[in-house]
């Protein structure tokens, strides 16, 4: 009787594998067709579009920081090289380039990110649901600023905190991840340099659990940013004469009390703080309770660094946002756990939610108009200014916004009625929010067309190189 074989479930092939776990991909597909449509068919922000003219005009020879009069540091000119030269070599729009890479860039690291936590707890056996939700939470939350500096960011460092909780919890890693991700947080604080206190601050907790300071990973990120700064003074040394000076005089103008950046953040403080009081009463039940203790502490270093830039600008919310609702949706995975007790899933039925509603409603209403827009029941900022063209007698524009990108430094060539043509050199910002009107040149024998707001003014508190306004007339040919 004691030789019969028992018999034992036979393990999961890949395929069926895939087949049982596909399904949880359905949510990221979708919201990655949802993004592309929308974001394609809208114009690209601002600031991004700026930024791919500039990486342009670099590829093209002209000098950064000299011919090009930039603030940001050039980690995100070089990047966005990447996609204005495939746009170039392919002959399309560069945004048509730039939005694919935005998106493969975040999913490239929601996947890694999903493999890198392989093993590490309940959450390590779902890979496939692990990846479809960061990556949804990624594509999303962003809205229309989708390719900011704080988004390329986020994904630059989101493999950095897998791999730091997982040593917290004493779980293994390996030599090459804890390196590229290393590389990878170091170019992040190369894009965005004011997101060393959140990276600090996670260190500080490290070495307040025993972790060691001194590491494969840290060892990494502290050479990528010497051999950037290095490459900065070499190859840039008039970003530090020009560029800095220049940022400084622009941006400090711009300051916000904190009231009104704590009232402005008050959705993304008050999840932050569900997802510490979470963490707090379950911290002796989960086997990987470090990690989403150590998206909240990333979140709270990212809220310091936006309090402390002292901009309501929302982009600069996105890095605080983004990890704050990952440290949520960790929470909504634990719910099923057999560890969970009664008041702690009380408590996560309640507060979570709660947390999610506040930073879901900020992205949903930053997508309301891109999704108008895209639907084509709301005109775009070319249109609108074509409008205004036509308003004045005009027969024809070429717009600076049909190459797929907006670039302070196109000219729009306006034939008007009256035999003259004018010149308008204008940026997406001001046509979208509806700030032009008409004006007569003074000394001009017939209409011109000019938008004017009054951030344009140069006795503004602002004046947004990138989004100048600028007419001139000259006789037609």
């Known amino acids: 009787m004691y030789d019969q074989a028992i018999d034992t479930p036979p393990r999961l092939s890949l395929g069926h594998h895939c087949v049982r776990s596909g399904p949880a991909l359905v949510p990221l597909l979708a919201a990655l067709g949802f993004v592309l449509f929308t974001t394609l068919r809208c114009p690209l922000k601002d600031d991004i579009a700026w930024l791919l003219y500039v990486a342009q005009q670099w590829l093209a020879g002209r000098q950064l920081y000299v011919d090009l009069i930039e603030v940001n540091p050039p980690m995100i000119v070089w ?7 495939l746009s170039a070599a392919l002959g399309v729009a560069a945004k048509f380039a730039a939005v694919p890479f935005f998106a493969a860039c975040v999913l490239s690291s929601a ?23 960061t990556g949804t939470v990624l594509l999303v939350l962003p809205g229309p600023e989708f390719g900011q500096r704080e988004h390329l960011l986020v994904a630059a460092a989101l493999p950095y905190l897998c791999i730091f909780a997982r ?26 340099p004011q997101f060393l206190l959140a990276f600090v601050l996670l260190e500080i907790l490290g070495r307040m659990r025993g972790l060691r300071l001194v590491r494969r990973m840290t060892i990494s990120a502290a050479l990528t940013l010497l051999l950037y700064v290095a490459a900065v003074l070499l190859f840039f ?16 103008a711009s300051d916000v009390g904190w009231l009104q950046l704590l009232s402005d953040s008050r959705a993304v403080l008050l999840a932050d703080a569900v997802a510490f009081m979470l963490w707090w009463s379950s911290r002796d039940k989960l086997r990987d309770r470090a990690l989403p203790l150590t998206l909240a502490v990333f979140a709270a270093g990212a809220i ?28 909504v995975s634990v719910l099923g756990r057999p560890e969970i007790g009664r008041r702690a899933a009380f408590l996560m039925v309640i507060f979570v939610p709660l947390g999610l509603l506040g930073v879901g409603r900020a992205a949903i209403s930053r997508w309301q108009e891109q999704i108008e827009i895209a639907a084509g029941s709301r005109l775009t900022a070319e249109r609108k200014l074509e409008q205004v063209i036509r308003s004045e007698k005009g027969r024809e524009a070429t717009s600076p916004f049909r190459n797929g990108s907006v670039s302070a430094s196109r000219w729009s060539t306006i034939p008007a009625s009256n035999g003259r043509r004018a010149s308008i050199r204008c940026g997406l910002w001001w046509a979208k929010c509806g700030a032009a009107r008409s004006t007569a040149m003074p000394g001009a024998t017939g209409r011109s067309i000019a938008g004017w707001s009054k951030i344009f003014s140069p006795a503004a508190p602002i004046w947004p190189w990138s989004m100048n306004a600028r007419v001139s007339t000259t006789s037609a040919r």
Request: net charge positive; with cysteine; glycine share 12%.
């Open 167 to 192: 040593s917290l919890d004493g779980g293994p890693t390996q030599p090459a991840g804890e390196t590229i991700a290393g590389i990878l947080a170091g170019v992040g604080c190369a894009l965005k």
């Open 237 to 252: 040394p008039a970003y530090f004469t020009n560029a800095i000076p220049l940022g400084l005089a622009l941006y400090g």
């Open 79 to 85: 990047i966005l090289a990447l996609p204005a030269a």
């Open 304 to 331: 310091l660094v936006w309090l402390l830039e002292e901009k309501s600008w929302f982009y600069h919310r996105l890095p605080a946002s983004i990890f704050t609702t990952l440290a949520l949706v960790y929470w």
């Open 111 to 133: 996947g890694w990110c999903a493999r890198l936590l392989r093993g590490y707890g309940p959450l390590g056996a779902a890979p496939l649901p692990l990846f479809a939700a």
